[in-house]
Each structure stands twice: as C-alpha cells, then as structure tokens.
C-alpha cells in the first residue's frame, strides 16, 4: 500500500519522505503562493487559481488571501461561500464545506493529527481524518476545528473556538473545548440588532 492510499484510509503514514505527496504539495503550495501574490482587484484570476487548486468550488466561492492548504484536491466548497483572511486547511483527508458557509479570519481546518506517543510521532507518522462543515453555518473568528469533526447544518461556532467534537444541527457552540450552548430558536429570528455604546 502506498502512502497516499494509507492517507486516504485514515490510517498512519509518512507523507515526509514519499515523492507523490510531496510534489503534491509542491503545486498546492506553488498556486497558493500565486493566488495570495495576487491583486485584490484581480478577482477573475483569484477565482481560475482557486478552480485548479480546490477539488471542487460552488458557485459565489469567495476565499479572502491569504489562503493556505496542503493539497488542494480533497477540498469541496458549496455555493455562497466566503473566508476571511488568514484561513488554513490540511486537507490530507476530505473537507467538505456545505452551501451558505461562512468563515471568519485566522480560522484552521486540520484534517492531520500525530500520535501522541514520541516514538512514532519522531517518525514522521501522521494520519488524516476527513471534516465536515453543513449548510448555513457561520464560523467566528480564530476558530479550529480538528480531525474527523463533522459540524452540521445551521450552526454558529463562536470565535476562539477549538472543535474537537461534532457540533449537532441547528446550534450554537463556542469555548475550548468547544461545546453546544443552546439550540436556535424561532425568537432568534426576531431578534434586533441595535449598537448603544
């Protein structure tokens, strides 16, 4: 079995020394390096790089330099997506974000995890479990999210966040470890926004 077929089972491999993952890589690198060398104003070719970099983009993808990731391929981005600045994502596994996702700066997505014992993590031994993110989810600023979440649909993850867990439909989580605070509720749709310093 290759290392790129142990990655992709979620099992340990060493991606340090294997030419396929590497030059892999190498281009994901090469054409984020590009994409983040990029005007602001350059919107068309900020949306080909990201065409041939990610596995698959929605329609109204909109990712903010700069951006980050290992790979590329094993991204998928639904319709009506956004990140802010600064986001990283270790796609060794899938990620897969739903349609309506919205994600604020300095955000990580790390689908690559070590063991936790010396001896094999000093080997350069690493696995890669997939995440997850539903439709109509809004990401806070700072947050991470760990390998093999699942977070569902409709869900607000507050700012500062570290998702080690999955985060149920239709909630509201925040805190490190992150947690489920409270369901969302009809009266959340009433409420008002209103500024008094």
């Known amino acids: 079995m290759t290392e790129k077929?142990?990655?992709?089972?979620?099992i340990l491999y060493d991606a340090n020394y294997d030419a396929l993952l590497i030059e892999e890589r190498r281009k994901a690198k090469a054409l984020c390096h590009e994409f983040n060398s990029l005007?602001?104003?350059?919107?068309?070719?900020?949306?080909?790089?990201m065409k041939r970099l990610l596995g698959k983009t929605g329609k109204n993808c909109f990712i903010t330099a700069p951006f980050w990731c290992d790979y590329g391929y094993?991204?998928?981005i639904g319709d009506n997506f956004f990140t802010n600045h600064n986001t990283v994502i270790?796609?060794?596994?899938?990620?897969?974000?739903?349609?309506?996702?919205?994600?604020?700066?300095?955000?990580?997505?790390?689908t690559a995890g070590h063991p936790v014992d010396f001896q094999r993590?000093?080997?350069?031994?690493?696995?890669?479990?997939?995440?997850?993110?539903?439709n109509n989810v809004w990401i806070g600023g700072g947050v991470h999210v760990m390998p093999g979440v699942t977070i569902g649909n409709n869900?607000?993850?507050g700012g500062g966040s570290v998702v080690t867990k999955d985060i149920p439909d239709d909630s509201v989580a925040?805190?490190?470890?992150?947690?489920?605070?409270?369901?969302?509720?009809?009266?959340?749709?009433?409420?008002?926004?209103?500024?008094?310093?």
């Open 74 to 76: 094993n991204i998928e």
């Open 174 to 197: 925040a805190g490190n470890p992150c947690r489920v605070i409270r369901k969302i509720t009809e009266e959340d749709k009433k409420r008002v926004f209103k500024y008094e310093p």
């Open 39 to 49: 005007s602001p104003l350059d919107e068309e070719n900020h949306q080909i790089i």
């Open 5 to 10: 077929e142990k990655m992709q089972k979620g």
């Open 90 to 110: 270790l796609d060794c596994a899938k990620t897969v974000f739903g349609d309506n996702v919205f994600i604020g700066p300095g955000c990580g997505f790390y």
């Open 155 to 157: 869900v607000v993850i």
């Open 121 to 134: 993590r000093n080997q350069g031994l690493e696995y890669a479990w997939p995440i997850t993110v539903g």
